[in-house]
């Protein structure tokens, strides 16, 4: 025997040991690496999945709370005809009411069909729409403080809201007569009624 060479007999043993131990301990390194980066990915996910679980529930959170505060505001309004389905036969009632009452000589009136109304600035509806019907109404005055009666009447009992674009007196004769039942002026007016509703065209229903 070669005293200066090498023993592979005796080495052979501790060699394979030790090539099963690189080959065992470099696959414990890579499982660990892989089940380590699927944990991370499972941990960013489930991360994820709890952050939009808390958003949802501040969102139905958010949205309870201002339920709370608003629903009652917003059911007043559409009781009120503001919100929803325009109150045509409650305005007619409401004219009539108030003729009888300020005892106006002459009370007429006529309305056309509710149309979609956009103003001339911008607004943002978020699914909303401004409707309005207008109103002419054609009065005969014992005198011109009937007509303030008659719209203070009106805000009184009617159930809606409305703007008034003009009024347009005529003098009937060259002198007051103060006679029950006789027009001494002559009152045209134009009234819109303002709603809102579902822009879809679709009705809000309580």
């Known amino acids: 025997m070669d005293k200066g060479g090498i023993d592979w007999d005796i080495l052979r043993r501790p060699i394979i040991i030790f090539c099963i131990c690189l080959l065992v301990g470099s696959g414990l390194v890579g499982g660990a690496y892989y089940f380590n980066d699927k944990l991370s990915k499972e941990l960013k996910r489930n991360k994820s999945i709890f952050r939009s679980i808390s958003q949802r529930y501040l969102d139905v959170d958010q949205e309870e709370r201002l339920l709370r505060e608003y629903f009652p505001q917003f059911v007043a309004l559409y009781n009120k005809g503001i919100i929803g389905r325009e109150k045509r036969l409650n305005w007619i009632e409401a004219l009539r009411r108030s ?19 956009t103003p001339d600035f911008e607004i943002n509806y978020n699914g909303y729409a401004l409707y309005r019907s207008d109103m ?71």
């Open 136 to 206: 002419e109404l054609n009065l005969g005055l014992l005198h011109e403080g009937d007509l303030f009666e008659l719209l203070k009447y009106i805000n009184q009992t009617a159930d809606g809201a409305y703007t008034i674009s003009e009024c347009k007196f005529n003098m009937n004769g060259n002198e007051i007569r103060m006679e029950k039942n006789y027009a001494n002026i002559s009152a045209n007016c134009l009234l819109h009624w303002m709603t809102i509703d579902l822009a879809s065209g679709m009705r809000i229903e309580i």
């Open 99 to 117: 003729g009888e009452e300020i005892k106006l000589p002459a009370l007429r009136y006529s309305i056309k069909s509710q149309e979609m109304f």
